[in-house]
């Protein structure tokens, strides 16, 4: 395997690429050790705060059981994507396929390319709005962390989320039209050290708690419920939980695009997946059990704003500011690609309007020029109003995180890989592989459904009351 096509390296989520950005000639030299960064950097995100919920809800055997057995489900998945990197052998073939859209679009045709798409968008859209409420609840507990240190943990200290969103949003009004903002490498950077940051802070808070009560609290069947209903509605919100923090299925492909060969692409991916998600793994069973070892049946939704913890103040303030902090960014990356494929649908779609295609050279005051465009301006804002404006709507941290977790989870990371692969390997009707994995596709597939039904009713149930 060798050749100019091997020099060619595209960038993370380049099925969203502008299609005027044209790609630099960089030589692949990603290796294991790189991947696994990647992997768990990609992994590990917002999704980490609300598993110690999510243990509490299931119990002390079904809690961590069911966070191994996601993990088993991604590798599972992820092994099956890798082989599709190369067309149409696994390991030689001479097509690359960089991008999940573009896998889709070769294996299984343009339409099914274009549900994946929307299914994409909605989940990056979606995404940027769990991060509107997590943001502003990590501010909001920054002031009421100080305000109890100052009056008293019984002091009221009551604040409310609007304004926090509002600001947040302004924010990434103004951020959002930063040119080539998702080409700065130090954001990523960035936004990973902030979240191992905050998730290590969180796991020995939770450690300390259980020093400080001599016990570890907790049951087998998790916090109680008034009715067996109400039960199997948090316990639906909770599978919903644990797959919005696991899959990272729409970037193995552009990781896997970044590696060395020899040895083959798709065997050096499939053990970079299975180290980082094993370490993804023992990081969250720590944030989880921990979590629920130090607070029991009064386990918070999030582990660092639920106030289980209230000194010392200043960590607390601390961690919450690097969710803060990681979260300005990871909207950004959440968002950019939304920007990008909506941009150029425009472009396409209206050649010759100039309030699409027009730019213009605009210089403030101590500030390197840049080129304005009013379709930028105007759709780029209306984007962060809407995922401003859903989340003032819904500001319920566990249930959006619960419902995006559901939404994308079956669609994104089993049907296709599993469509996909049954395409590449040419495995047919009723062998005994296609029973296999049409029935582990069916059964995440009821996965879905219950997280979908479960988050869906904790979100109404709490708009009624």
Not at 141 to 149: D, L, M, T, V
Request: net charge neutral; glycine share 8%; charged share 15%.
């Amino acid at each position: 395997m060798g050749g100019e096509e091997e020099d060619q390296e595209s960038p993370l989520l380049g099925s969203f690429a502008q299609p005027d950005e044209p790609e630099e000639p960089l030589k692949r030299t990603g290796t294991i050790w790189t991947s696994i960064a990647y992997i768990i950097t990609g992994v590990i995100g917002a999704g980490v705060l609300s598993l110690a919920w999510t243990v509490a809800q299931l119990g002390w055997i079904a809690g961590p059981l069911l966070m191994i057995v996601f993990a088993g489900i991604t590798i599972i998945s992820t092994n099956l994507l890798c082989d599709c990197y190369r067309h149409p052998d696994p390991e030689c073939g001479p097509a690359r396929i960089r991008s999940y859209m573009e896998a889709v679009k070769v294996y299984l045709g343009e339409k099914s390319q274009k549900v994946s798409g929307v299914i994409v968008l909605e989940g990056l859209w979606g995404g940027a709005a769990a991060y509107v409420i997590t943001a502003a609840t990590s501010m909001r507990a920054i002031q009421k962390s100080n305000c109890y240190h100052k009056e008293g943990h019984q002091a009221p200290c009551a604040y409310g989320d609007t304004f926090y969103m509002l600001l947040f949003g302004l924010v990434q009004i103004v951020m959002s039209q930063i040119p080539d903002f998702h080409k700065m490498e130090w954001l990523s950077v960035v936004a990973a050290m902030m979240s191992f940051t905050y998730s290590s802070i969180g796991i020995a808070l939770g450690f300390a708690k259980v020093i400080e009560n001599g016990k570890i609290m907790g049951s087998i069947t998790g916090v109680p419920a008034s009715t067996l209903a109400n039960k199997l509605w948090l316990v639906f919100e909770a599978f919903g939980d644990i797959a919005f923090a696991y899959p990272y299925s729409i970037i193995v492909l552009e990781i896997q695009d970044t590696l060395k060969s020899p040895p083959p692409e798709n065997q050096t991916m499939k053990r970079a997946s299975m180290v980082a998600i094993f370490v993804t793994t023992c990081f969250y069973l720590c944030c989880g059990c921990f979590g629920y070892a130090a607070f029991g049946n009064d386990t918070p939704g999030n582990i660092l704003t639920g106030f289980g913890f209230y000194e010392p103040y200043w960590l607390i303030d601390f961690a919450n500011a690097c969710v803060v902090l990681h979260l300005v960014g990871g909207y950004q990356i959440y968002s950019q690609p939304v920007f990008a494929f909506c941009e150029r649908w425009f472009t396409k779609k209206f050649p010759n309007s100039g309030f699409v295609n027009n730019f213009y050279n605009v210089k403030l005051p101590l500030l390197p020029g840049f080129q304005w465009n009013l379709l930028r301006l105007c759709f780029r804002t209306a984007y962060v109003v809407s995922t401003t404006g859903i989340a003032m709507l819904f500001p319920y941290f566990n249930s959006v995180l619960g419902l995006l977790g559901a939404l994308n989870f079956w669609p994104l990371t089993i049907y296709f890989p599993v469509e996909m692969y049954f395409v590449q390997k040419k495995i047919g009707a009723w062998t005994k592989k296609w029973i296999v994995l049409r029935t582990f596709s069916f059964v995440c597939f009821l996965v879905t459904v219950v997280g979908f039904i479960g988050s869906l009713e904790a979100i109404i149930s709490a708009k009624l009351s």
